[in-house]
């Protein structure tokens, strides 16, 4: 009678529980849907995932994408009849019971599933903690009726905790070993299986002893439920542990400082838009190509870091800032540490001390990587003052599509991104072009003879630019010649003779071709006094390519939710911003640049074949050097420079746009070129459809050789 009693009570208790008496239990939609903090992922448009946005490094995969090895493990270790029990295994619990936990815990992979998808308060007393446990059990019962034994072990394997910020074992397997689930060896499956246990404890990372022990119990039990032979455990219990140890740093990996671009963008759209970025599972589909990133990013940091130990040398025994002391001041100001202590209540006099003196660092170096150092904290502003900055950003000028976005020499040390659109640096003569541009598309011919004169606008009081030097003192040159050599004289003439509203005209030009930056309306503006971004610049010279259409530069397709479907489709604006005629006459012209003219080494030296063409671009003191390509197929620009304007070389062999970025783009593209799947040129342009309109063949001046190419560098 007791006993019938006790059945009926405890049945009763169970009903209770399952009606929700004692807390509810998850909803039959909860079960259905599960809610776990999954990570964003981004990928190029070949495929490659370039990074994640996460709380917890958490991704999802399937069945069909766990090595059996996994799977095998942790049956044998965590399981072993989970393939006959419907979530709750009675034997193994009456076991646990009967032998208090000495022979394991009882615990199904169900019931543990259950504990990660719907955690419960801790018990403080018996009762909480029998009411736990029935809980438990229940709600494994109803995994096991809803879900396939496949799916629960995939469910398992995507909410376990692997510690290093490792949420699943996808992300599990890339930050251990650095592979993917279904890659994972034996002896790297039980590694990790074996972590379950207690990541920290078993961290090979941090208890590596721990580790190997535990690795060789879960491999013992493989072996002793026929996963594994004798002579295989036997052989793979001796292996040492052999890691790819990486965790997931937003500064490391392909494309950071894009990235960091885009999560800036996707925080108010998720915000705008219902999701959350660190949480929901986002599919985030770019343009970028994952082979071109890095091309460029090789091609900006070899030569920034060749033209760092010549900016060393250049500069030895003498301060680059010289006079301008106010720039390190500032550069203190800005400063965390600085910041800090001010909101802190520290006084100006606590702060100079602080910051003069030394203590230890790690600082960023091209010849040692990241350098362990003592040295003061105003000595480290100095210090980083030194370092030449670049951005490059490279699109295809039909479809839009970025392809490679550089924004800097290294995320962690300069976060600031030089290809944003908010990044603005004066244009130098890589504005020209849109003069010229001007001028061909109201009719005139390239060959036009313009005196090279010095010009004098009268209606802006008396304004009058002179030629950056007297190598060129010719009575008149073509336009074809004035843009090849980067004359000021003629494009000045050319914004006189268009008349008073030239400036005007150029800036209304400029907005067609993509360029929102403040544009000064003054004759000034055609010789790059403006500061515009290198987005800007390069969606402006795509234009040239794409027959005169300007398409707007984009880094994003689409991006789907965690269920594959698709919440937001990108399609780049177009504007007809010039004829096709005057766009392929500006192709010619700006190929007579990179053949024969401030870019030539673009062709002798770097010999980019077939159609390109370019303009350099430098500022006054050489504070910014630009070089800005295309082709057919592909735009690129890059700038160059310092953090502070104050801060440059002082000779054209050095600060020029041809010296300074050029090359980079001379690599690049002799890189991208080797590989016909990702970029093609075309041996000429291609005509226009209908017949130009004026005379384009003139001015034959050409040389190919060396030495007079090195004097008309720009």
Not at 94 to 119: H, Y
Not at 185 to 210: C, D, F, H, I, W
Not at 417 to 422: K, L, M, R, S
Not at 651 to 678: E, Q, R, V
Request: one cysteine or more.
């Amino acid at each position: 009678m007791l006993m019938f009693t006790c059945i009926i009570s405890f049945t009763l208790f169970v009903f209770m529980i399952s009606w929700g008496w004692f807390g509810d239990l998850p909803s039959l939609e909860e079960l259905e849907n599960p809610k776990t903090y999954l990570a964003s992922e981004i990928y190029s448009e070949d495929g490659v995932l370039l990074g994640k946005y996460y709380l917890q490094n958490r991704s999802n995969t399937t069945f069909d994408q766990l090595s059996p090895n996994l799977v095998n493990a942790l049956i044998a270790t965590e399981d072993v009849r989970f393939y006959d029990h419907s979530g709750i295994d009675f034997r193994r619990f009456t076991s646990a019971v009967l032998f208090l936990g000495k022979r394991g815990g009882a615990s199904t992979v169900t019931q543990q599933l259950a504990k990660n998808l719907f955690p419960r308060k801790k018990f403080d007393n018996v009762f909480n903690k029998a009411t736990t446990k029935l809980k438990e059990w229940i709600t494994s019962i109803r995994i096991e009726e809803r879900y396939t034994k496949e799916e629960i072990i995939t469910m398992y394997f995507n909410t376990v905790e692997f510690g290093g910020n490792s949420f699943g074992v996808s992300s599990a397997a890339k930050t251990f070993f650095g592979t993917t689930p279904l890659k994972l060896t034996e002896v790297e499956a039980a590694m990790l299986v074996g972590m379950l246990k207690a990541p920290t404890k078993y961290s090979p990372v941090r208890n590596p002893a721990n580790a190997l022990f535990r690795r060789n119990t879960v491999l013992n039990q493989m072996r002793k439920y026929d996963y594994i032979n004798n002579e295989t455990y036997d052989t793979l219990k001796v292996k040492p542990i052999e890691l790819k140890y990486q965790e997931e740093d937003h500064n490391d990996g392909l494309a950071p400082y894009f990235r960091e671009h885009l999560r800036q963008e996707l925080l108010d759209w998720c915000a705008e838009n219902g999701f959350n970025l660190y949480k929901d599972g986002l599919k985030i589909y770019t343009t970028i190509n994952s082979k071109m990133q890095a091309m460029a990013e090789a091609s900006v940091n070899t030569h920034v870091k060749f033209m760092q130990g010549k900016f060393f040398e250049h500069w030895k025994g003498r301060e680059p800032w010289g006079q301008y002391k106010e720039l390190i001041t500032a550069g203190m100001k800005r400063s965390d540490r600085y910041l800090i202590m001010k909101a802190a209540g520290a006084s100006e006099a606590q702060i100079e001390k602080a910051f003069n003196t030394p203590v230890k660092m790690k600082v960023f170096s091209y010849t040692r990587g990241e350098v362990d150092t003592t040295m003061s904290p105003l000595d480290s502003i100095k210090y980083y003052k030194y370092f030449m900055q670049a951005g490059l950003m490279s699109m295809d000028p039909t479809t839009g599509f970025i392809k490679a976005w550089v924004g800097g020499i290294n995320h962690k040390y300069f976060k600031y991104d030089h290809v944003n659109i908010a990044a603005k640096r004066q244009v130098g003569s890589t504005f020209k072009p849109l003069v010229y541009t001007l001028a061909i598309d109201n009719g005139w011919s390239p060959c036009y003879k313009a005196p090279n004169q010095r010009v004098v606008f009268e209606d802006y009081e008396n304004y009058s630019p002179n030629n950056a030097d007297t190598k060129y003192n010719d009575p008149e040159m073509t336009l074809f010649r004035g843009l090849q050599f980067s004359v000021n004289n003629i494009v000045m003439q050319v914004m006189k003779q268009l008349g008073p509203t030239a400036p005007k005209s150029v800036i209304e030009l400029a907005r067609k071709m993509g360029i929102q930056s403040d544009l000064p309306p003054y004759p000034s503006i055609a010789l790059g006094v403006a500061d515009i971004s290198v987005y800007e610049m390069v969606g402006a010279f795509s234009t040239y390519a794409n027959k005169g259409v300007w398409t707007e530069p984009i880094y994003l397709t689409r991006i789907e939710d965690k269920n594959g479907n698709v919440v937001r489709e990108v399609v780049p604006r177009k504007v007809e911003a010039m004829s096709e005629q005057t766009a392929y006459i500006m192709e010619k012209m700006l190929e007579r640049v990179t053949a024969h003219g401030t870019a030539a080494k673009v062709k002798y030296l770097y010999q980019v074949p077939g159609a390109v063409g370019g303009k350099t671009g430098t500022t006054q003191n050489y504070s910014d050097g630009w070089f800005i390509g295309v082709t057919s197929t592909l735009a690129t620009g890059i700038w160059t420079g310092f953090e502070d304007r104050a801060i440059h070389f002082r000779s054209m062999s050095l600060g020029s746009g041809s010296a300074m970025a050029m090359p980079i783009f001379g690599t690049y593209m002799k890189n991208a070129l080797s590989d016909t799947s990702l970029v093609k040129v075309q041996q000429i342009w291609e005509a226009p459809k209908q017949p130009l309109s004026v005379e384009i063949n003139c001015d034959s001046y050409e040389t190919n050789d060396p030495k007079k190419l090195e004097l008309i560098e720009e």
